[in-house]
Structure formats: structure tokens, C-alpha cells
């Protein structure tokens, strides 16, 4: 089990339209091969930005990088059209550690 960690920073004043967007991309990423679920976090920080922490639950490590190799682009196009520079995206994979 791999987990896709994703980590946004916007302005509260693009919150409402953001939040629209995320929930419609969440839902679209769980259609990938691979993606079992997404669990979503709201991280507790005093500065003037919203934060969300995404933890995307995938298969194996081959469905990441088909996502990656296929896919990555277009979504992350999407929502660079929409928001411009009005927010940040950090990643990194995870793996369970058993």
C-alpha cells in the first residue's frame, strides 16, 4: 500500500471555490487504477492560509507512476487554470511501514 500524500495552501478567499473544485478532484483521482480512497485533513496552523493535507490510498507503487506517467499533467493543469498562483501543492510518497 503506497499513500500520495498531497499538501495545498490557498487564501481563505478563494476557500468556498476551492473547496467546490477539491471535491469534484478527489473524485476523479478514485477513478484512477490503483486509487482505493482518499481521506482528507485540515491542518491546525495559525497563519492567514487554509491548509488541507490529502493522503490518497493506492495500490502499488506501479499505479502511482502509471498515474505520473499518464495522468499527473492534465490534473494538475486543471487546477493551475483555475487558481493560478492563488495556492501551493507540496507531494510526497509514503509507504506503509510494516
Known amino acids: 500500500m503506497i499513500i500520495y500524500e498531497v499538501n495545498l495552501k490557498f487564501s481563505t478567499k478563494i476557500y468556498s471555490k476551492f473547496n467546490n473544485w477539491l471535491d469534484k478532484h478527489i473524485i476523479e483521482m478514485l477513478t484512477f487504477s490503483g486509487f482505493i480512497k482518499c481521506k482528507r485533513f485540515k491542518v491546525i496552523d495559525e497563519g492567514d492560509d487554509y491548509l488541507i493535507c490529502l493522503h490518497y490510498y493506492i495500490k ?3 499505479s502511482l507512476n ?4 499518464n495522468k499527473s499533467n492534465y490534473m494538475r493543469q486543471k487546477a493551475i487554470s483555475l487558481f493560478n498562483e492563488n495556492f501551493t501543492a507540496e507531494r510526497r510518497i509514503l509507504s506503509i511501514d510494516s
Open 66 to 69: 502509471d498515474y505520473f506517467e
Open 60 to 62: 502499488d507503487i506501479d
